[in-house]
């Protein structure tokens, strides 16, 4: 079965840090580039980071570049975003999502089921 | 940055009926505008690619069209499943990109 499962969400305090991991299977992984999506809870969706099939392009939304970093493993088919200097607006369902191909235009073909992140006091 | 706005921001309508939903960029992006749908509870899904391309497994009763800064998303007989959040999302500004604010669609 094609599919994504994030983990790695949790409660956190402001200023500390997370790592969320995506696991991939039913695909070859290393064909496809790979993105993080966001929705706070009940708005609407935030595309955060996206990095190619070899991670020679990377790109992050300005509201996080300098504090997320993404970064995959091919060869355990796994997709990961270092979050530091957690703010509480950055309190959302973060999503792991297939691109279409290797590269070009993110266009996200399928998600996980996402892994919730809190960030308070 | 891209800004993409849709309207309307929410929608009612009955079961059979036929609706269109519109995405406006804040310049041109060609045809690199993607829509998707999100269920309560669920995670989104692609449905129309590149504007007009009809995802795999998506019911025909969906289509897309339009190009540069004015498009459409035009369910032709709504069904029961179909009552959902329906975002649009620029790719043009790769790797960079940006989503609509989403539109819901309920049950009149």
């Known amino acids: 079965e094609v599919q994504l499962v994030e983990s790695g969400g949790g409660l956190v305090q402001p200023g500390r840090s997370l790592r969320l991991s995506c696991a991939a299977s039913?695909?070859?992984?290393?064909?496809?580039?790979m993105h993080w999506v966001r929705q706070a809870p009940g708005k609407g969706l935030e595309w955060v980071s996206g990095?190619?099939?070899?991670?020679?392009?990377?790109g992050y939304a300005d509201s996080v570049k300098g504090r997320f970093t993404i970064s995959r493993d091919n060869a355990k088919n796994s997709l990961y975003l270092q979050m530091n200097s957690l703010r509480p607006e950055d309190t959302a369902f973060y999503y792991c999502?297939?691109?279409?191909?290797?590269?070009?235009?993110?266009?996200?073909?399928?998600w996980g089921q996402g892994t919730l992140v809190t960030v308070s006091s | 940055d891209i800004q993409m706005t849709q309207s309307p921001s929410s929608l009612s309508a009955s079961v059979g009926d036929r609706i269109t939903i519109t995405c406006r960029a804040s310049?041109?992006?060609?045809?690199?505008l993607n829509w998707y749908q999100q269920q309560p509870g669920k995670a989104p899904k692609l449905l129309i690619y590149?504007?007009?391309s009809l995802q795999s497994g998506v019911p025909s009763r969906f289509s897309g069209s339009g190009s540069g800064t004015d498009f459409t998303l035009t369910i032709s007989s709504l069904q029961p499943e179909d009552f959902a959040t329906y975002y649009c999302?620029?790719?043009?500004?790769?790797?960079?990109?940006?989503f609509g604010q989403g539109t819901r669609l309920e049950i009149k």
């Open positions: 999502a297939k691109g279409l191909g290797a590269a070009g235009p993110p266009t996200f073909a399928l």
């Open positions: 990095i190619s099939w070899n991670s020679g392009t990377i």
């Open positions: 999302q620029q790719s043009y500004s790769t790797p960079l990109c940006s």
């Open positions: 039913g695909f070859t992984f290393d064909d496809y580039a």
């Open positions: 590149v504007a007009s």
């Open positions: 310049q041109s992006i060609s045809t690199y």
